[in-house]
């Protein structure tokens, strides 16, 4: 089996390539990725010079290239994580969001319809999404569960709403073999240091101010990376078509308190005075539109595929910033946009 991974160079997409390339010898797996600042080779040294796996520079957004890709490499899936990922991004610039998450998405899925010819035995178009799509929930115990319907209200969302549209529209009107899964907020190794988890770690151990929004009531459902990575094989192996699953940890956090947990952490593990880091908690204006909870409820996996979260949340943090105060170098290239010649120096020549 042949399959194309996108955004395979991000965060979860290097989770993804790493468990497939690693656990599946016998597929052939091809990381499609435009390297956009998000994007860093850095993050799969380890599995690079395996024999099954070959990196691609390319846009999703270029329907030609995509294509074109398609006609060479004769995919027998899709295992779609390319996108824009970031809300604050997508609030301050909601253009790429659309080209990258609608259009990169409809085009990968036009790419598929043209070469698997209305033929779907054994091919299948796997898109990886989010909870955010669902909206908000309130203080209360409810939780997002796959007959909740779509709310969207940040850029970033409505996108991912959008293309989980298209997703579903090319099964009912085309009989394509599509899953999707939809997963809360994801933590672990290689996370990009934007978003609030490795923001903070890398912020603590500078000394500098750790920004939290509003009052820091807002409640996000964590799951470790490696996790959903796990998920991801489950479903993309044993998933119905068109069937679509959520992924979570049952794990809820407001963000003052996840924040409050990190500094103990960080405090013990740099050998700073109990109290030190919560000191660099500092307050900001809000972000727009800001959903205040997500939750979500992962019966449905479970029940059907036995999938369930392997770690703890306190294990898993301890996991990640051991891995952030060890990988210095990594962090140090990424905050610096070193890691944005790796391409160059390892690859243009090959
Ligand atoms: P990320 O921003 O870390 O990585 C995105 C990757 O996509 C990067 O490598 C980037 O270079 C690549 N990319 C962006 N635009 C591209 C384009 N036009 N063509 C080709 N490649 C392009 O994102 P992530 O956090 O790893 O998220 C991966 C996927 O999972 C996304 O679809 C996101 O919506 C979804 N998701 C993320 C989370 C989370 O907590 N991070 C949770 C649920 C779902
Ligand atoms: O729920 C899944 C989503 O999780 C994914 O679809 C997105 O791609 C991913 O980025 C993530 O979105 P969030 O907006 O929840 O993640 P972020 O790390 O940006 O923010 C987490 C919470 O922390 C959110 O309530 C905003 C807040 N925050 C964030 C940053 C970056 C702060 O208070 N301060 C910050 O500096």
């Known amino acids: 089996m042949k399959i194309l991974i996108t955004g395979g160079a991000g965060f979860i997409g290097s989770h993804v390539v790493r468990r497939f390339v690693t656990t599946y010898p016998n597929y052939q797996i091809v990381n499609l990725d435009k390297l956009t600042y998000a994007g860093n080779l850095e993050n799969l040294l380890d599995i690079e010079n395996k024999a099954n796996y070959k990196f691609v520079k390319g846009d999703i957004v270029d329907a030609d290239f995509i294509q074109n890709l398609f006609d060479t490499e004769h995919f027998d899936a899709v295992i779609h994580l390319a996108a824009e990922s970031h809300v604050d991004r997508s609030i301050s610039n909601p253009i790429e969001f659309v080209m990258t998450n609608v259009v990169g998405t409809v085009n990968l899925l036009n790419a598929a319809k043209t070469t698997w010819k209305g033929d779907y035995d054994n091919k299948r178009f796997y898109h990886v999404s989010t909870d955010e799509v669902y909206g908000t929930l309130g203080e209360g115990t409810e939780m997002f569960t796959e007959e909740t319907s779509y709310d969207p209200h940040s850029p ?195």
């Not at 549209?165 to 939809?182: E, L, P, Q, W």
């Not at 192996?237 to 963000?255: D, L, M, Q, V």
Request: hydrophobic content about 30%; charged content about 25%; aromatic content about 12%.
């Open 156 to 350: 970033y969302s409505a996108s991912k709403a959008s293309s989980d549209h298209f997703v579903r529209a090319y099964h009912d009107t085309y009989g394509m073999d599509c899953v999707i899964s939809n997963c809360s907020n994801n933590y672990g190794s290689f996370h990009f240091p934007e978003k609030l988890i490795p923001l903070s770690i890398h912020n603590i151990k500078q000394n500098k101010a750790i920004p939290i929004y509003g009052k820091g009531e807002n409640i996000r459902d964590w799951l470790w990376v490696v996790d959903h990575a796990r998920a991801i094989d489950v479903i993309f192996h044993k998933a119905k078509t068109g069937s679509t699953y959520n992924i979570g940890g049952h794990n809820e956090w407001t963000n003052i308190d996840l924040i409050r947990t990190l500094c103990k952490v960080m405090d013990r593990k740099l050998g700073r005075p109990k109290g030190e880091s919560e000191k660099l908690i500092t307050y900001v204006t809000d972000r727009a539109g800001h959903d205040l909870r997500y939750a979500i409820d992962a019966t449905k996996l479970k029940e059907d595929l036995g999938w369930e979260p392997s770690l703890q949340f306190e294990e898993g943090l301890e996991k990640t910033v051991d891995w952030y105060l060890k990988n210095e170098e990594w962090l140090n290239n990424v905050t610096s946009g070193n890691y944005q010649h790796y391409y160059k120096e390892q690859y243009q020549n090959r």
